[in-house]
Structures are given as C-alpha cells and as structure tokens.
C-alpha cells in the first residue's frame, strides 16, 4: 500500500492543478450547513467540515437528472423515440467526504449495478468518481458506525484516504483511481508504508473510543420477516412521524426515486429525481389504491428495508453505515438505533 504526504501548503494549488482533468465536488458551508457541492474554479473545499448535512449521494445519483430526450417535431428522424439524455461523465473527484459514505456507494451499487441489471446512469457516474475521504478525529453524538461495520476510518468504497495531522495530510492510496488522481495533484512525497500504517491504526483507534452510541444487529437474521412485520411496537415509532421524508433524503444509503415526464413545445424530457418510500405518493397506484396508504405501513417499511429485507436479499449488513443524519435531521426525534434495538431484541409473545 502506498502512502504520500502532502504539505497543507501545497494542497490547494495540488487540487486546484487536478481541475485540468477533474471536476471537483466536496464539503462548503451556506445557510443550510455543510453540503457537499460541485466546486466552482474559484472555491476550495472546507476540509475543516466533518459534519455534511447530506451525503456525496448526489454526485453520482443527483436528486434531479434528465434520463432521456425525445423531439415531438415530425419533421425530423427519429421524433417521439426517447433517446438517452446527454450528460458529462468526465472524471470528477468528491473530496473530503466522511470515510463512511463512501461505504454507503458500495451498499447502494448492490441495488444498481448487478449481474442482471445496470442502471446506466448511476453506473457511468459511479465509474468517473474518485472518491476521497478524510478520517474524522472527533466523531459527532450521532455516530453509531463501528457497531455496523464501518467507522471513521473505514476504507470500503475509498480510492484515497486521508489523515489529518495538523501541518500535513497522510494519504493513504487505496485504488489505481486514487493514484491517478494524486498523480494529477503532483502529490508524490512517499513515505514510510509500515510507520504511516502505524500512525492510522493510532488515529482509528483514537476516533473509534469517542465512539459511544451502538446498536446491536446479532439477531435481526434469525428473526422472520413476519414475526418483525407483525409486532406490536410498529404504531408506537411511527406515532410522530410527520412523513417529511428528511430521513431518506440525508441518508446516503437510500435511493428510491421517481420517474417524470415534462414536454415542452416540441421537446419532450424524462427526468428522475430522488423520492421517498415516507410518501404516501411514492406507492400511489393510477387506480387510487395505495398498498402503504397509511403512515405506520410506510414507518414500518423504511426500517424493515434497511435493517431486515437488506440483511437477508444481500448478506452484507444492514442498509445504514451509521452516520447518525437521520437521527440528526428528524423534527419528531425518530431514531434508527432504537428501532434497531426493538427489532433485535423483539420476541414473539404467545
Ligand atoms: S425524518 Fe422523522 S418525521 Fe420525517 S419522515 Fe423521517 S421519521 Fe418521519
Ligand atoms: S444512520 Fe440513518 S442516515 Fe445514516 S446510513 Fe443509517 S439510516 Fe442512513
């Protein structure tokens, strides 16, 4: 593995030399706190900021993106044929992101890239990205990653990972991407491999003792999904639930969108943009029926998606890298760890 030191002096004029061939995406501070943006040539990333109000979701599934063309003008080949939209896939890096979130890409890729469907969107997006992460130190109240499987320092999804040790980042390339990547930074001062290994074992280690918020996942596989859909807890999380969908929309591991279509003129544009299962539009039939109609039907089904339809179709966790941002985001005090324990620790009274 290899692993480069890059002087916090040189950073900005290394990423600002990646621009030539990178699009650069990464953390910026406005009004509605820290989200991660398209960075324009004159803003830089504020690496300072841990705490992303939403995820890098949206550099590879953005929460409105044209899909298809067509042109209703007869006069021309090919009218009223939906035709692939056109969109700019040249390399970009998202940099700065929580470790985590990149882990979340790898979880969400179960759902778009598989042996018999690929969604080529996402996928084309997925391919152009190079993801770098920065470790977090001080991880947040929220943050419950180390007991699914993640955690501050988590590589999963990585192509670059980095340390920050005050004067200098310790870069840790994870993937031939990364390489590329810092190549195109001029970022080359290798150092130690077994000493900068050491020094981000001490750093994981460090972070993962601040972390004290659990949850336990153990039993979730020997539960039946009958006997979860079934229990009697269900009315009770849901009661407060306004359905405002702010927990799908932070978290980085949801992807459930829509489809629509919008004409004008002669030109005619399919869209996706992301939606939530907390809609009761989201399973509205054409006839008027609505098989998740009321609240509780659709409270239950975000959790049992996540913590046990997931669990048992992929074998590979839970849907949920826990970053905290639903618990975070939710007006009513919705939290996927206390569901998580009812549901894990639920048993069937006879
Ligand atoms: S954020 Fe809270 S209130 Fe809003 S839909 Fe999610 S669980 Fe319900
Ligand atoms: S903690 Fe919440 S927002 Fe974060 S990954 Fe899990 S379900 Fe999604």
Same mark, same amino acid.
């Given at each position: 593995?290899?692993?480069?030191?890059?002087?916090?002096?040189?950073?900005?004029?290394?990423?600002?030399?990646?621009?030539?061939?990178? #699009?650069?995406?990464?953390?910026?501070?406005?009004?509605?706190?820290? @989200?991660?943006?398209?960075?324009? *040539?004159?803003?830089? *990333?504020?690496?300072?900021? !841990?705490?992303?109000?939403?995820?890098?979701?949206?550099?590879?599934?953005?929460?409105?993106?044209?899909? @298809?063309?067509?042109?209703?003008?007869?006069?021309?080949?090919? !009218?009223?044929?939906?035709?692939?939209?056109?969109?700019?896939?040249?390399?970009?890096?998202?940099?700065?992101?929580?470790?985590?979130?990149?882990?979340?890409?790898?979880?969400?890729?179960?759902?778009?890239?598989?042996?018999?469907?690929?969604?080529?969107?996402?996928?084309?997006?997925?391919?152009? +990205?190079?993801?770098?992460?920065?470790?977090?130190?001080? *991880?947040?109240?929220?943050?419950?990653?180390?007991?699914?499987?993640?955690?501050?320092?988590?590589?999963?999804?990585?192509?670059? @990972?980095?340390?920050?040790?005050?004067?200098?980042?310790?870069?840790?390339?994870?993937?031939?991407?990364?390489?590329?990547?810092?190549?195109? &930074?001029?970022?080359?001062?290798?150092?130690?491999?077994?000493?900068? #290994?050491?020094?981000?074992?001490?750093?994981?280690?460090?972070?993962?003792?601040?972390?004290?918020?659990?949850?336990?996942?153990?039993?979730?596989?020997?539960?039946?999904?009958?006997?979860? !859909?079934?229990?009697?807890?269900?009315?009770?999380?849901?009661?407060?639930?306004?359905?405002?969908?702010?927990?799908?929309?932070?978290?980085?591991?949801?992807?459930?969108?829509?489809?629509?279509?919008?004409?004008?003129?002669?030109?005619? +544009?399919?869209?996706?943009?992301?939606? +939530? &299962?907390?809609?009761?539009?989201?399973?509205?039939?054409?006839?008027? !029926?609505? *098989?998740?109609? +009321?609240?509780? #039907?659709?409270?239950?089904?975000?959790?049992?998606?996540?913590?046990?339809?997931?669990?048992?179709?992929?074998?590979?966790?839970?849907?949920?890298?826990?970053?905290?941002?639903?618990?975070?985001?939710?007006?009513?005090?919705?939290?996927?760890?206390?569901?998580?324990?009812?549901?894990?620790?639920?048993?069937?009274?006879?």
């Amino acid at each position: 593995m290899k692993f480069i030191s890059i002087d916090k002096n040189d950073w900005t004029r290394g990423i600002d030399k990646s621009r030539e061939k990178y #699009q650069l995406f990464g953390p910026v501070k406005d009004e509605n706190g820290c @989200l991660i943006k398209k960075l324009e *040539p004159d803003v830089q *990333p504020d690496m300072g900021l !841990h705490e992303s109000v939403m995820s890098a979701k949206s550099v590879v599934f953005p929460q409105t993106e044209k899909i @298809l063309n067509a042109s209703l003008d007869e006069s021309i080949e090919n !009218h009223h044929i939906m035709q692939r939209a056109k969109t700019d896939y040249s390399p970009r890096a998202v940099l700065g992101i929580r470790p985590y979130d990149a882990k979340a890409m790898e979880l969400v890729k179960l759902n778009f890239d598989t042996k018999d469907f690929k969604d080529p969107y996402w996928c084309d997006a997925y391919e152009a +990205t190079v993801f770098v992460g920065l470790g977090i130190t001080k *991880p947040g109240p929220f943050d419950f990653s180390t007991s699914v499987g993640t955690g501050p320092f988590c590589e999963d999804g990585l192509d670059v @990972l980095l340390a920050d040790l005050d004067d200098t980042y310790l870069a840790k390339i994870l993937s031939p991407k990364g390489e590329a990547y810092t190549a195109a &930074c001029g970022f080359n001062a290798i150092v130690d491999e077994k000493e900068s #290994q050491a020094l981000f074992d001490i750093l994981r280690k460090e972070a993962e003792k601040n972390i004290v918020s659990q949850v336990k996942i153990d039993k979730l596989k020997e539960k039946t999904i009958l006997e979860l !859909h079934e229990a009697d807890f269900w009315d009770d999380i849901a009661f407060a639930c306004i359905n405002c969908g702010t927990c799908t929309y932070v978290c980085p591991t949801c992807w459930c969108f829509d489809i629509q279509d919008e004409t004008k003129q002669k030109q005619a +544009t399919r869209f996706r943009n992301w939606d +939530t &299962c907390m809609s009761p539009l989201f399973t509205r039939h054409a006839t008027g !029926h609505n *098989p998740r109609g +009321t609240k509780v #039907q659709r409270v239950r089904q975000r959790f049992m998606h996540k913590l046990k339809y997931f669990l048992d179709k992929y074998d590979q966790g839970i849907m949920c890298v826990g970053c905290g941002r639903c618990v975070k985001s939710c007006p009513v005090n919705i939290d996927i760890r206390e569901v998580c324990h009812m549901m894990n620790s639920y048993e069937k009274q006879d």
